[in-house]
């Protein structure tokens, strides 16, 4: 069913530090295509575009970054069209990539706020007047954009800048302080604020006390996935995924220390809801059947016997252990005891993410991550894939058992819903955003931030595919009814409309 489009057509920009590929640009995107549905007109300024590197919905326009910094070059490449294109959904321009982002590695925080501000002055002298304009992540551009008067500014605070930033010596402290300071003013000077989740907006209010006093607080507006691009699952292999950028705030390691741990899952970890059948002699639990014929599950093991008890020999236990990567049934019989072990050939765990080669932070932290898996014989079971396109992403999504998802603390977290979208349970941290979008043991499972904690319930998963299952079709709809694009389109659109309405009354 077509949209309904908006009675009053509005003028909206749109400015992003670094239109790459990540969950605040995902929102970026999302809004404008939205916004664009709702019948808007919609440019999106940014001050990096990497055509090899981001979302395919920004690549419909032509992008010439601007290569001077001479004012009268940027109004002659304005007036001669050379600069953008309105081929796509919507065009997309990008002012100041010469700048740098970083001074030898330094100084990354007062790059991005020359760079933001530069992209503003931009939009400020060579465009008309914008009804709206939408900012995110660097709050230091609103007041630049309050200086024509008609326009409303909306702040998107994905989570506060200086709660992110490091103060752990006095240098950086110092460097900081001005920066948090006017990031506090800056951001309050909004029209309005929007932030992603309740965790970020409770951590606003404890964050920037100043507008707290002042009773300027946040509205709440989830991100959101567009659920119709995800189909229904190929497979279930033994895989288990995470997605995220290689940067280590999101704790990517964990994800591989619970890989390495669940290798070696054994005593009191007993697998039940299986049943074996061997040589003829069955003993049942209830779900599987497993024969000299048949793999476990889904062809994914091979089955070794180390003796047996006899046709007539009558079974009187058995325990079942996870260990180094096998299933192994302990049975004891009247007259004998030994083991049956189900050796699993093709569990495995891909790491899937944003990863930008001039970051040097993901580069050491990828060296750092594989490492780890040659250090602790994983190697040959864990891929990683770098900065894969959406197809990629979604054809991985579709075939994994589980995703893994380790951030802690985080502000929101666009994986878990894609992951969900993807009739695909998650395993993620107790903390922040993911608490409000994960139905604990429902459509996933909300653990300890430990190895320990996240390897049980990828055990759990393992030994029942059918749990994963389960979870999965209820990740579906819950993903559907609560967090589709429709619906952040919706709501995204009547705060627009609202803030013009409040310009106008």
């Keep these: 069913m077509e949209k309904k489009k908006s009675s009053k057509k509005l003028n909206i920009a749109i400015i992003h530090p670094d239109l790459g590929i990540g969950g605040a640009e995902r929102l970026i995107v999302d809004a404008a295509v939205e916004l664009v549905s709702h019948g808007h007109n919609v440019h999106v300024f940014t001050a990096h575009h990497d055509r090899t590197r981001c979302f395919e919905e920004t690549l419909g326009g032509r992008f010439s970054p601007i290569l001077s910094s001479i004012w009268i070059a940027l109004i002659l490449f304005q007036e001669f069209g050379v600069l953008d294109s309105c081929e796509g959904t919507f065009p997309v321009t990008v002012y100041g990539d010469f700048l740098p982002r970083h001074i030898f590695y330094r100084l990354h925080a007062l790059c991005a706020y020359v760079r933001c501000i530069f992209v503003a002055l931009c939009v400020l002298l060579n465009w008309s007047s914008f009804d709206v304009i939408i900012a995110d992540q660097v709050s230091v551009v609103v007041p630049i954009l309050k200086l024509k008067g008609s326009t409303k500014v909306l702040f ?4 506060p800048d200086l709660l992110l930033a490091q103060h ?12 948090d300071f006017v990031e506090e003013i800056t951001t309050g000077m909004a029209d309005l604020i929007l932030v992603n989740s309740k965790f970020t907006s409770t951590t606003f209010a404890n964050t920037f006390k100043r507008l707290c006093a002042r009773e300027i607080f946040p509205a709440v507006l989830y991100p959101a996935v567009n659920v119709d691009q995800f189909d229904e699952p190929r497979s279930n292999k033994l895989n288990f995924l995470s997605v995220n950028r290689f940067e280590r705030k999101k704790n990517i390691d964990l994800a591989l220390s619970a890989f390495v741990m669940l290798q070696n899952l054994e005593g009191d970890h007993k697998i039940p809801d299986v049943t074996l059948t061997i040589a003829g002699k069955s003993f049942s639990l209830m779900v599987w059947q497993i024969s000299h014929t048949d793999y476990w599950p889904c062809q994914c093991a091979e089955i070794f016997h180390l003796g047996s008890p006899g046709k007539q020999n009558r079974v009187l236990s058995y325990v079942l252990h996870i260990h180094e990567g096998n299933i192994i049934a302990d049975v004891r019989a009247k007259n004998w005891h030994g083991f049956w072990i189900y050796r699993v050939i093709d569990l495995s765990l891909s790491f899937a993410g944003g990863y930008d080669e001039r970051l040097r932070e993901n580069v050491e932290y990828l060296e750092e991550l594989k490492r780890f898996a040659v250090n602790n014989k994983v190697a040959d079971r864990v891929n990683f894939v770098t900065s894969c396109l959406t197809a ?38 107790n903390s922040g955003g993911p608490v409000e979008t994960i139905k604990n043991g429902v459509t996933g499972f909300l653990c300890n931030p430990t190895p320990q904690a996240f390897a049980l319930a990828m055990g759990s998963l393992i030994k029942d595919p059918q749990l994963a299952k389960t979870m999965g079709e209820e990740a579906r709809r819950h993903v559907t009814e609560n967090f589709s694009t429709k619906t952040f389109g919706q709501h995204l659109n009547r705060f627009v409309i609202d803030i013009v309405g409040s310009k106008e009354d």
């Design 156 to 159: 998107y605070c994905h989570f």
């Design 392 to 429: 990629e992403r979604n054809a991985l999504l579709s075939e994994c058992l589980c995703v893994l998802y380790t951030p802690q603390d985080e502000h929101f977290g666009i994986v878990p819903l894609e992951a969900m979208a993807s009739h695909k349970p998650v395993i993620a941290c």
């Design 168 to 179: 752990s010596t006095l240098l950086r402290r110092i460097y900081r302080k001005p920066i």
